[in-house]
């Protein structure tokens, strides 16, 4: 799990490793869940990452 509820900004040096961690997981066979705040989740969408990424539902809804 990748926890990103308490984030308020998300830089894209900090894409990257998250994709990477996506990649591993996937390769892997491992679930992976990503919990995005409010901000983070429409800058994965904006970049495309919203269906490569597995977004959970935003953090406090």
Known sequence: MVDLSAVTYL???????????????AAEN?????????????KLIT????TGVPLEPDAGV
């Open 11 to 25: 830089s894209m040096e900090a894409v990257a490793p998250l994709l990477a961690i996506t990649s591993r997981c």
């Open 30 to 42: 491992q679930p992976l869940r990503v919990i995005p705040s409010h901000a983070v989740r429409p």
């Open 47 to 50: 970049l495309g990452l919203g």
